[in-house]
């Protein structure tokens, strides 16, 4: 029973520390990162896995049923919800007209641009002939 207990403390310690070392570098790129979208990008991937392996350090700790139903629970909310609100951000940002870094190539994206302001001109334009 001891070693059982020793081997479940000691993956779960590593799975704790892993999480916070994917923490530490998300935060290493929020503070290095030369603009919003490339920080942003950095601390949704770093802070959803850093949270999901502590916490799973933390139900491989415990070792209960409830336990295990509730960090499983709470990863995948995390895993869902914390990208979508990033591209919900991203969104917000590219129409308020934050600024890239002057090196970012966005020949693709503004493509992308050109195509949905088209279909935007087209479908006001079809509105204003009915009217």
Not at 69 to 78: A, D, N, Q, S
Not at 109 to 123: A, R
Request: hydrophobic share 45%.
């Amino acid at each position: 029973m001891e070693e059982t207990s020793h081997i479940r403390e000691t993956i779960s310690a590593v799975f704790i520390l892993a999480g916070v070392i994917f923490m530490v570098i998300a935060t290493i790129g929020l503070l290095r990162f030369p603009d919003f979208y490339s920080r942003m990008s950095a601390i949704t991937k770093g802070a959803t896995l850093g949270l999901g392996l502590i916490v799973g350090g933390m139900g491989i700790y415990f070792n209960l049923p409830d336990m295990s139903l509730k960090v499983t629970l709470i990863i995948c909310f995390i895993t869902i919800t914390a990208p979508v609100a990033a591209h919900v951000m991203a969104r917000t940002a590219v129409r308020n007209k934050v600024s890239f870094w002057h090196k970012t190539d966005l020949k693709e994206f503004e493509d992308y641009m050109h195509e949905k302001h088209l279909e935007k001109l087209k479908e006001q334009d079809k509105e204003s002939k009915k009217a």
